[in-house]
Every structure is written in C-alpha cells, then in structure tokens.
C-alpha cells in the first residue's frame, strides 16, 4: 500500500479535530447542569394543566392556543385540572403568572429552559416579554 | 412461504397509515372541547364604522395617536418607505378621487381638507383573495384579521389593496417604539410582515369598542353592527348621506363618510 503513513496521519488528524469538542469539555472539566427552575417563582400553585403535561407539551398547547385566538376567535381557556377558565395570552396569562411583567419570569423560567434545550422558539419576535423590547 | 412479498408490502402500508393516524386524529381534536369565546365579547354580524367628516377637527390627531400607542404602532417619520400606519389623515384627492376626476371641480373647503383613513374591512377584501397563505382573512363578524405568525411578507395584500391601509415592515418595528412608554399587554410584530387595523379585534373580544372611536372626543367616530337596525351605525346611515372610498371597485368597504 502506498502512502500507508500519510493517510494515516491524516485520518488521526481528521478523528482528533472531529471529536475535539469532546476533548475541550473533558480538559476545561465543563459540568452540565440541569436547568434549576427553583428561583422561577409562579404566582399560582399550580400551572393550568398538570406539571408533567406542561413540561411536555406546552408548545403544541400554545399553538393550539394561537390558532384558536387569532383565526377562530376563542380567546377562554377550561382547564382539565379544575375547570378554571384562563384568558389565553402567551404574554398578559402565562408570563404574568410565571415572574410578573418584569421579565424575570421569562428570564428564569422560558429562556433558562429553553438555553439548556437549545431550542429557539421565535414567540419573543413580536410577544412581549418584558426583559427588553 | 406463509407470505408473498406483495401482501408484506400491503400490510406493511395499512399499518403505517394506522400508526400516522393516531397522532393526528389527537391532533386535530386537540383542545376543541375546552376553548370557547369570552363571554364578555362584543358579538355581531357585519362590524362597520361611520366617520362624521363635518365633527372631525382638523389637526386633531386623538384617534391615530391612541390607536397606534394601544397596538404598539413603531414610529419612522424619516423615511415614508418605512412608516407604518393603522388610521391616519390623508388628502381628498387620495382618499376619495378617482383618476378619471382627480377633484378639480370639487369645492375648496372639502378637497383641501383631510380625511381620516383605515382598513375598510371591506365585504370583499382583495386582499384576502390574494394572501397565499390565508395570513389575512375575513372573520364572520366582518373583521378583515392579519394572522401575523402566517404572513410572510409577500406583499400582495399591499399591492391588492386600493386604501394603501396596509404597511410593511421594512425594519424591526421595535426599533421605531418609544422603550419608555409602550402599551404591555399588546404585542409587537416583526421585521419582514405586513400590518395593518385589525378593528381592535383584541377589545371586542373583552366587550370594548374599538380604541380610536372612545378617543375621539368631537364624537366624529361611530362603531357598531350593520345587522342591527338599532345600532348606532345603522340609525346614522339611515339619517345621513354617507360616501364610501372607492365604491367603483367592487370591494363593499365597511366605513361610511358623512361629508355634509
């Protein structure tokens, strides 16, 4: 075989540069933490639908949400939990309970989570959340 | 061979369909049974606004100012490209000339003065049958609706559109608001859509009439249903003259000028 020690040097060189994310988080000792989500304080004991659900499925219940409101009108929400109605407003329901009109609510509670996650829903183009304009 | 490939494949195909169907059956039941409108609401069959030309002041800007502050209208005054605008004051010959008669012998007093524009929410919006995406839409009650999360800043509604009621956001609308004074419980919209009146769809839906009618103090603005003879719209139209823009395109538009 020809070059045998070229292509292998250049394969090694290749797997190092590859996996070097995994090596620079090994050398720094960079530690992931799960989001803390203790310092986001609600105003209300509990969120409108159950914990588990809402940490799963609250951005198919906000779409549902936003289809409804805009095109069909439907503005109050039935809770399955109590039959508590809500008004339902990503900014003026869901953030003034979680934090207030300040964005600490946002700060601590959507974007913490969301960070973690890497995801990047595009909801604070045009919903306020109160951090900055 | 208990199988031939041919009856793998079919069942392999009605399985996948079942497995798709689940899901989406659940998706399209989503919520239904648990929303429902405020009850509050103002409800009716054909919304429409009656502007008296004859108490609307000039210079007074009371409607504009407190419409764009309540949607969180942004600002750019120095570039027309940019500007943005829900109702605001526009000249006889824009507003109610036809190429044909561009108001040459219309009277002084009537052409030289101006005339309070916005979204006719016509009863057959052009703009709707343009919109690619159903982003603007006619709702039941009358109400030509921007789904803002919809647009995508084509701009054939603008082009469809023979009012100019709608604007495009050229630049980050949040740049052209005041960060000290903004109204918190409205959003914002983003660079790349088109805006326009959405009739304070927001504040019929809490039981409040539109924003620019409880801020006109001159009582120059009505708003109500055109279903209902007793409305406050209704009785103007049947006591007054009234003049609406355009009316030789067909489009129905759903404001009513007074003008003597």
Known sequence: MYDLGKVAVGLAVFVLLFTSPLWYNVATGGKVTPPDLKSAKAKQDHCIEDTEYMKSNHMDLLNSWRDSVVREGNRVYTSRLDGKRYNMSLSNTCLDCHGGKTGDGYVKFCRHCHNYNDVDPFCWDCHLNFEEL | ?260
């Open chain 2, 1 to 260: 061979m208990g199988i031939t490939k041919r009856d793998f494949l079919k069942i392999a195909g009605v399985s996948a369909i079942g497995a798709g169907a689940v899901p989406a059956s659940k998706a399209i039941a989503g919520f239904k049974d648990q929303v429902g409108p405020n009850k509050e609401a103002l409800t009716g069959e054909r919304w429409a606004m009656v502007v008296d030309v004859r108490k609307c002041p000039e210079g007074c800007d009371d409607c504009a100012k407190a419409c764009h502050f309540t949607h969180n209208v942004p600002e750019f005054t120095y570039n027309k490209r940019h500007e943005i605008k829900w109702i605001w004051h526009e000249k006889y010959v824009n507003a109610f000339a036809v190429p044909e008669n561009e108001g040459e012998y219309v009277d002084k007093a009537t052409a030289s003065r101006p005339f309070l524009v916005l979204c006719n929410h016509c009863d057959n919006p052009p703009c709707v049958r343009v919109c690619p995406t159903q982003a603007t839409f006619k709702r039941k009650d009358g109400v030509v609706m921007m789904d803002y999360h919809r647009c995508i800043g084509c701009r054939f509604c603008m082009a469809a559109c023979p009012y100019g009621s709608r604007s495009f956001n050229l630049k980050d609308p949040r740049l052209g608001l005041d960060h000290t004074h903004y109204n918190k419980d409205f959003p914002t919209r983003m660079k790349g859509v088109v805006e326009k009146c959405n009739f304070c769809a927001e504040r019929l839906a809490v039981g409040k009439i539109p924003v620019c009618v409880e801020a006109c103090k001159h009582g120059a603005l009505a708003f109500g249903d055109l279903a209902d003879e007793n409305s406050q719209v209704s009785k103007l139209l049947r006591e007054n003259y009234t003049v609406k823009r355009k009316p030789e395109l067909g489009t129905l538009p759903m404001v009513y000028y007074i003008v003597r």
